[in-house]
Every structure is written in structure tokens, then in C-alpha cells.
């Protein structure tokens, strides 16, 4: 399958700070990224989903001044997480989707954020 | 509103002991159900896609079926290495059930 990869694997910041979380996809053209967060021994929750060259739709509830998602272009999107506090620190995970096939998602394996 | 439940939410098996795992999911249309495999501090990792009714996908000693309410996870002569978070999503923005953790124990 295709490849997804997510930088950092772990970063750690004090409250207040803001952190930038990349999300790659190595070997096609990712249309379509989404965004989400996994609390321990949760299930994943989806954040947002990115079309690129467009705004991020935003699940009900997550704020999208706190979570700024960019997805400039079709291997690249970044997930930045502004004036960051305790209550953010999660594992957050990235997946993508290619144009032609709909049902083929392709995960990241994961960001953990922790904030002092 | 799409929804997908999965069960049991922990399952203990002793190696060679098969099992089922269960994702019963409620939508308008179903387009494909997924599965995948989740091991701690790791993305999911895809296992099988099913698009429609009385299909059945096998690999290794994973077997997935799929009715018209629910989709099963048959995982015959577990072994430790099959421990994982099992977790099934259903329609284009793959949203996810709670998942099933499975521990084999050798």
C-alpha cells in the first residue's frame, strides 16, 4: 500500500506555544487528507477533513482557530495546533485518499503531543 | 446519522482459541465498510474493504463478512502477535467504531 508519514513522532512544548504537525504522503497524490485525535484506549475521532487547495471542513465541535489545518498541496498537509494547553495533548494521526479511489485510506503513524 | 458500534470491547483469547469480533453499523447507502488494526502508539493499519451484503474477505487468519446490518472479524488459531485494537469505519469519511482490543495469550 501507499505510504503516509507524520512529523514529529512525538514533540513535547509548554502551555501557550503553538505546534505544527506535518502529514506526507510519499508515493501519490493525496486529494483528500484527514485529521484526527486518539485519546488513550479511544477510538480515533475525526478532526477535519482537507480537500487540497481548499478550506478544511471541521467536525462539530473542534474549534478551527485552534486547529489550523493547511493542505497547499497534494502531498503535504499540516495540522497546527495554536496556544497549546494541557487539555490538547493527544495522539493526533493523519490519513490520506488519492483522486481515483474512494475507498483506499492510508494512515500516518501518529504525532504525540504532549503539553506541559 | 452514520453509526458504527463494535463489540465486545475487549476480548481475552488463548492462543488457538478462535473468536469473532463485531461492528454493527446503522447508514443511509452503504458504500464500504473497512477494517483495521491499530498496535499502541501506531496508525491504523488497513486490513479488508467490503462493499456489499454476503461478501467475505480472508487473510491469514483474519476472515471478514459483511451482512446488511453488521460485519464480523473471524480470527481463527489466534496467535500473541494478532493482539491489537481492531477497529471497523464505514462510508467515504471513515468514521470510526470504538473498537475491539484483543489479547492472545500464549
Known amino acids: 500500500g501507499a505510504v503516509v508519514s507524520q512529523h514529529p513522532s512525538r514533540v513535547i512544548c509548554k502551555s501557550g506555544t503553538s505546534v505544527k504537525i506535518e502529514c506526507r504522503s510519499l508515493?501519490?497524490?493525496?486529494?483528500?487528507m484527514f485529521w484526527y485525535r486518539q485519546f488513550p484506549k479511544k477510538s480515533l475521532m475525526l478532526m477535519a477533513t482537507s480537500n487540497e487547495g481548499s478550506k478544511a471542513t471541521y467536525e462539530q465541535g473542534v474549534e478551527k482557530d485552534k486547529f489550523l489545518i493547511n493542505h497547499a498541496s497534494l502531498t503535504l498537509s499540516t495540522l497546527t495546533v495554536t496556544s497549546a494547553h494541557p487539555e490538547d495533548s493527544s495522539f493526533y494521526i493523519c490519513?490520506?485518499?488519492?483522486?481515483?479511489?474512494?475507498?483506499?485510506?492510508?494512515f500516518g503513524p501518529g504525532t504525540r503531543l504532549t503539553v506541559l | 446519522e452514520d453509526q458504527v458500534t463494535q463489540s465486545p470491547e475487549a476480548l481475552r483469547l488463548q492462543e488457538g482459541e478462535s473468536s469473532s469480533l463485531n461492528c454493527s453499523y446503522t447508514v443511509s447507502g452503504l458504500r464500504g465498510l473497512f477494517w483495521y488494526r491499530q498496535d499502541p502508539g501506531k496508525g491504523p493499519e488497513f486490513l479488508f474493504t467490503?462493499?456489499?451484503a454476503g461478501e467475505e474477505k480472508e487473510k491469514e487468519r483474519l476472515k471478514a463478512t459483511l451482512t446488511k446490518k453488521e460485519s464480523f472479524l473471524h480470527i481463527t488459531a489466534p496467535k500473541p502477535e494478532d493482539s491489537a485494537t481492531y477497529l471497523c469505519?464505514?462510508?467515504?469519511?471513515?468514521?470510526f467504531g470504538a473498537g475491539t482490543r484483543l489479547t492472545v495469550k500464549p
Open positions: 490519513s490520506a485518499r488519492g483522486k481515483d479511489r474512494w475507498d483506499e485510506q492510508f
Open positions: 469505519a464505514v462510508q467515504y469519511d471513515m468514521r
Open positions: 467490503l462493499y456489499s
Open positions: 508515493d501519490f497524490q493525496a486529494t483528500t
